[in-house]
Structure formats: C-alpha cells, structure tokens
C-alpha cells in the first residue's frame, strides 16, 4: 500500500482525495519475464484513488514502479491482477481497438524528454494526436496552432524539435498531450529535463490547468516540491524476484 500525505500533513491513504475519483486502483500487481526465468514484479498497490481536478505526485526510489504505474493507467500496459478504472470506466474490461479510441479522448501522456516525432514539426506532432482521434485536417491544424499560441510556443510551430529548447520541447510536448482535450494527464519526470526557471514555468502551468479546466493530473517526479501537488504518494519497491524502473 502506498503512503499518502496532503498539503496538510499525514493522511489515510485509503481514504485519498473527497472529489469525485478520476483514477481508481484495486489490489493491481503487474510483473515482467525475467531473462533468468520467473518473473520480476514492477509493482503491487493495494488501492489509490485520485480525485478530479486534483494534482497528485508518485515519488519513490527508482523501481518503485512509478513509470509502470503511468503506463498501466493509460491502457499501455496490462495488469497481471486487479482493477483499473478511469473516469468511472474500468480498462480491463476495454479491448485494444476501444482501449486506443478512449486513450486517444480521456487521456494525455506527456513522457520523460517530451519524445516528439523528430521528422515533424512542432504544429505536425500536435496534429498527429488529433489524426489518431479522427479529427479532420482543418480542425488539427486550426486546433495545434491555438495551443502552442496558448502554451507560448506559436513562434515554433513550423520547426523541427532539433532547433527548440528543452522548454519548448516540453510545452509543444504539453499541447499535444491536451490537443484532445483529456480531462487526465499522466506525466513522467516532466521536469527532470528543465532548468530551474523552466521548471518553475511548467509547474505554474499545470496548477493553473487543473485550477480553470479541472484537469486531472497524476506526475511521477522525484521533485514533488516543485510541483506543490495536492497529495504526494510514496510508492516502495515491490517485493518479489526483483524491481523493476
């Protein structure tokens, strides 16, 4: 079981947060082959929930399984045992085909390095999740330029990720992750690749994200201070063959 406090001290982590949950997770367990033989366990939670609108940070020693975590709530992976349900619908019970179409409405990644496609520009990489969601070509482009003009990167927008900052990168990163307007953002060392000032920027931005559009946001960071989340989660390494990041 996880640990969870607030900003205002200790609290029961089976209680979490009194919104309306965004994110629940039932007795999940979720392993990998080890090259050995067996299996490695990445990661055991017994229950988290968290609510909408709220920021909530994972923290923990590398394989803890913060970044496994992320995956598995975003349908990318599957869990071994137990239940997943986001906004009320439970993952499990998705085939791949539905779990792709409802990944694409409800839910954004924003991945450690920002991870754009290198060939395309920074409106492209925008447009692109808006083509995967079976947006016509004029609502992708009309939508991509209104939010890199909004998370301050419209002079980018014809440019590769190779002639943009690690800031830039991020926040056209960011665009593409709300292009479909999710009400739940995963995010995984958001900050790790930014200086201070960049940081500062892009924490400020997704506490004014939840405050105006009750976006949800679930961070796996090492850094939860930066981020002045509304809970913070300790996740322990899983007991078992090994660990797993």
Do not use: W, Y
């Amino acid at each position: 079981m996880p640990t969870s406090f607030d900003k205002g001290g200790p609290e029961d982590p089976k209680s979490g947060d009194s919104r309306e949950p965004m994110v629940e997770i039932e007795a999940v367990r979720r392993s990998f082959s080890s090259p050995g033989g067996g299996r490695i366990v990445a990661l055991e939670l017994s229950r988290l929930a968290v609510g909408r609108g709220e920021i909530c940070a994972l923290v923990g020693p590398n394989g803890a399984g913060k970044s496994t975590l992320l995956h598995l709530v975003a349908g990318l992976l599957r869990p071994d045992t137990g239940v997943i349900k986001v906004g009320g619908v439970s993952l499990n019970a998705l085939r791949e085909a539905e779990l792709d179409r409802f990944r694409a409405h409800n839910v954004g990644v924003l991945l450690q390095g920002a991870q754009l496609m290198d060939c395309l520009t920074a409106e492209e990489n925008v447009m692109a999740a808006l083509h995967f969601a079976g947006k016509g070509r004029s609502e992708q482009r009309a939508r991509a330029r209104s939010l890199l003009e909004e998370h301050g990167v419209a002079h980018r927008a014809r440019h590769l990720p190779s002639a943009m900052s690690g800031g830039e990168r991020q926040r056209v990163a960011l665009a593409r992750a709300l292009a479909n307007r999710p009400p739940l953002l995963l995010a995984d060392e958001p900050l790790a690749s930014l200086d201070s000032e960049g940081a500062q920027a892009l924490a400020a931005l997704f506490a004014s994200l939840t405050r105006q559009q009750g976006l949800t946001l679930l961070v796996a960071t090492h850094h939860p201070q930066r981020l002045q989340p509304d809970r913070v989660v300790q996740l322990r390494a899983a007991q078992g063959l090994g660990s797993a990041a």
